[in-house]
């Protein structure tokens, strides 16, 4: 199993850029696929993006594309994601999370990262 711990959070203002980092623990982080989730207050998590083992492909939720990039390299155990031009409505907690090929849901997540953008 690989474990994973999320950095970057911060207080910011609309406008501005953030970038957070997922670093994974074990040998096996390349066999997964790598996906971002947020919770705002009082709403259910919610998928922001993903991105394929090799990163070749990327997906995102339409309320960040255009705006979020995330991006991944194995061989520092490491996703990321860019979040630019920053909005009142992003504010959240923001997780990693990390499942296999043929699994339905993320089977590993992180412990979170707050992410506040002031209007």
């Known amino acids: 199993q690989v474990q994973l711990v999320e950095s970057g959070g911060g207080l910011v203002q609309a406008g501005a850029s953030l970038r957070l980092s997922c670093v994974a623990s074990?040998?096996?982080?390349?066999?997964?696929?790598m996906g971002w989730f947020r919770r705002a207050p009082g709403k259910e998590r919610e998928f922001v993006a993903s991105i394929t083992q090799n990163g070749w492909s990327t997906y995102y939720a339409n309320s960040v594309k255009g705006r979020f990039t995330i991006s991944r390299d194995n061989a520092k155990n490491t996703v990321w994601l860019q979040m630019n031009s920053l909005e009142a409505e992003d504010t959240a907690v923001y997780y990693c999370a990390a499942r296999r090929t043929t699994a339905t849901v993320y089977e590993i997540w992180g412990q979170g990262t707050q992410v506040t953008v002031s209007s």
């Open positions: 074990g040998r096996t982080f390349g066999s997964y696929i």
